[in-house]
C-alpha cells in the first residue's frame, strides 16, 4: 500500500509530498506539532492531543488552519488511506509560507498544514519494554519555552543522537541544580522507596506530556500515589524503578541511567502494570 500524506488540502504520494522552500516551518521552525498513538485501530488521547494543538498555536499566535472538527476528518482520513491499525498519526501547522522575513507575515496568510501517518510494530515496542532502555543524562540547554510543542527540535535531536552514539535509546536534560527536566521527546518519572510515583511539576520546564496525564489516570485508577515534584539523577539512580512516557513509547521502564543499572536492571513491576492498564483507560476514538 503506497503511503499518503495530507497537505493544504490534498492527499498526495507521501513521496512526492513537499511544502514550499519558504514556508516558515522550514525556515525558522515557526510552526507546532503533535504525534497521536492509533492503537487497535483507535487514535489514543484524541482530545488531549488536539487542546494542546490549540494552545501551542495560541502561544504563538498562529491561528487553526481548519476548523478541529474538520482536522479530526483528516486525521482518520489519512490513517485510513495508510491501512494504519497500530502505528502514529502526525500533524504540523506551521505560520505558512512568505518571503524570508523574522517579522510575521499578513494574518491571513494561509498555514500549512500536514498529516501523516505511520505504522508501528506492537510486537517490537512490547518486546523492548520487556527488555528495558538505557538512558544517559545531558546539561539542559533548550528554550525556556519547551511547553510549547514547536516543531524546533535541534537540542532534542542532537541529545537523542548523543543517547545513540552511547548505546543508550533515550537521553534526560538535566538542569544545573542537577534536577532531571524530561526526556528529549518523552515525559521522565520514578518510582521512590515508599512506592510513590514521582514526575516533575509540568509547569517546570517541560512539555505537559499527554500520556504523562493519562498514566495519572491509570495510576489513580490502579491505587498508586502520584506526587508532582523534581527529582535529581542521584534520586532516579537510587530509585526501585524509572520509567518514560510518551505517545510514541506509552510507559517505556528504564534499566540504566549513565551506565548505573535501576534498581536490579530489569522493568520494575509498576512500570509494567502502567503499561498493561494503560489501553483500557485511556480515551479511545474510532480511527
Ligand atoms: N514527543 N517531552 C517532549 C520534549 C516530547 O517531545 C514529548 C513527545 C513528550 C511526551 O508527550 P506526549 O505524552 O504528549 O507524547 C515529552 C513526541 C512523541 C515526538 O516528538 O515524537
Known amino acids: 500500500m503506497p503511503r499518503i500524506a495530507y497537505v493544504n488540502g490534498r492527499y498526495v504520494a507521501h513521496a512526492q509530498a513537499g511544502v514550499h522552500i519558504e514556508d516558515r516551518g522550514y525556515q525558522f521552525a515557526d510552526g507546532v506539532y503533535e504525534v497521536c498513538e492509533v492503537a487497535r485501530g483507535y487514535i489514543m488521547d484524541m482530545t488531549r492531543h488536539l487542546d494542546r ?66 505504522k508501528t510494530s506492537p510486537a517490537a515496542s512490547a518486546k523492548k519494554a520487556e527488555q528495558g532502555i538505557r538512558v544517559i543524562t545531558v546539561p539542559e540547554n533548550r528554550w525556556e519555552r519547551v511547553d510549547i510543542k514547536t516543531v524546533g527540535l535541534l537540542p532534542n535531536a542532537m541529545a537523542r543522537q548523543k543517547a545513540r552514539d552511547a548505546g543508550a535509546q533515550e537521553a534526560w536534560f538535566v538542569d544545573p541544580d542537577g534536577t532531571v527536566k524530561e526526556g528529549a521527546s518523552t515525559n521522565v518519572w520514578i518510582v521512590a522507596g515508599d512506592g510513590t510515583l514521582l ?62 543499572p535501576v534498581a536490579n536492571g530489569h522493568p520494575g513491576s509498576v512500570a509494567v502494570s502502567l503499561r498493561a492498564a494503560f489501553f483500557d483507560i485511556a480515551e479511545k476514538t474510532q480511527a
Open 53 to 118: 494543538l490549540d494552545r501551542s498555536l495560541r502561544e504563538l499566535s498562529i491561528a487553526w488552519p481548519l476548523h478541529r472538527s474538520a482536522l479530526q476528518v483528516v486525521m482518520r482520513e489519512v490513517i485510513r488511506r495508510n491501512g494504519v491499525r497500530n502505528g502514529l498519526v502526525y500533524m504540523q501547522v506551521t505560520r505558512g509560507v512568505a518571503p524570508r522575513d523574522h517579522f510575521f507575515p499578513a494574518p491571513d496568510t494561509p498555514r500549512t498544514l500536514v498529516v501523516t501517518a505511520r
Open 199 to 260: 514526575t516533575r511539576p509540568a509547569a517546570s520546564g517541560i512539555l505537559r506530556g499527554v500520556t504523562r496525564a493519562t498514566v495519572m489516570d491509570v495510576a489513580a485508577r490502579l491505587g498508586l500515589r502520584v506526587e508532582e515534584r523534581a527529582f535529581t539523577v542521584d534520586e532516579a539512580k537510587a530509585a526501585r524503578e524509572a520509567f518514560i512516557t510518551a505517545a510514541t513509547t506509552v510507559v517505556m521502564p528504564v534499566v540504566e541511567i549513565d551506565g548505573t
